[in-house]
Antibody, heavy 118, light 106 residues
Framework: EVQLLESGGGLVQPGGSLRLSCAASGFTFSSYGMSWVRQAPGKGLEWVSTISGSGDSTDYADSVKGRFTISRDNSKDTLYLQMNSLRAEDTAIYYC???????????WGQGTLVTVSS | EIVLTQSPATLSLSPGERATLSCRASQSVSSSLAWYLQKPGQAPRLLIYDASNRATGIPARFSGVGSGTDFTLTISSLEPEDFAVYYCQQRSNWPLTFGGGTKVEI
């Protein structure tokens, strides 16, 4: 069974940084692109970033480009999202998902909440 | 950026009734469209992919049709567990985008 478990969320001040992790199991992690999708409180879904299986290709939403960095450690079956220069509008539940530009988002982790507030 | 517009925003129905949800793309996405279901407090779940294929474990009462710019998700007879929010998503072009969602409520 594929499982994705996010961690690293929490309360951070505007301008601060946070690193999210997503531990994967139940599939050959290095063979699949992975993504982060976020959901602001009471709002819809917003794609954030995608990384290829090898890690050599990445894509970002304009809203986070230059501030967020997606990466992966295939030896640890773990996906990361380094978030810098955080803003109030980055407050959201962040989901990791097995999916990319050529694979649908399936499945999703349970999400981790990031709150940016002073 | 491809904008996906879902309608209606809210659909008020009773168990046993038929639900018809629409997703319209601002430009053609061919059949590169999926539908997701999100229940309160849970992560989204893939329902339909490539416009008309049910994901693993999804009951036959869920069906999807469409191509190009107009897509429809139909739930033939609503079960109590189907009352939730439904999102469409395209992967025809970057950035990957989602529709704003349709809430199916009792």
């Amino acid at each position: 069974e594929v499982q994705l478990l996010e961690s690293g969320g929490g309360l951070v001040q505007p301008g601060g940084s946070l690193r999210l992790s997503c531990a994967a199991s139940g599939f050959t992690f290095s063979s699949y692109g992975m993504s982060w999708v976020r959901q602001a409180p009471g709002k819809g879904l917003e794609w954030v970033s995608t990384i290829s299986g090898s890690g050599d290709s990445t894509d970002y939403a304009d809203s986070v480009k230059g501030r967020f960095t997606i990466s992966r450690d295939n030896s640890k079956d773990t996906l990361y999202l380094q978030m810098n220069s955080l803003r109030a509008e980055d407050t959201a539940i962040y989901y990791c998902s097995k999916g990319s530009g050529n694979k649908w988002f399936d499945p999703w982790g349970q999400g981790t909440l990031v709150t940016v507030s002073s | 950026e491809i904008v996906l517009t879902q309608s209606p925003a809210t659909l008020s129905l009773s168990p046993g009734e038929r639900a018809t949800l629409s997703c319209r793309a601002s430009q053609s996405v061919s059949s590169s469209l999926a539908w997701y279901l999100q229940k309160p407090g849970q992560a989204p779940r893939l329902l339909i992919y490539d416009a008309s294929n049910r994901a693993t474990g999804i009951p036959a009462r869920f069906s999807g049709v469409g191509s190009g710019t107009d897509f429809t998700l139909t739930i033939s007879s609503l079960e109590p567990e189907d009352f939730a929010v439904y999102y469409c998503q395209q992967r025809s072009n970057w950035p990957l985008t989602f529709g704003g969602g349709t809430k199916v409520e009792i």
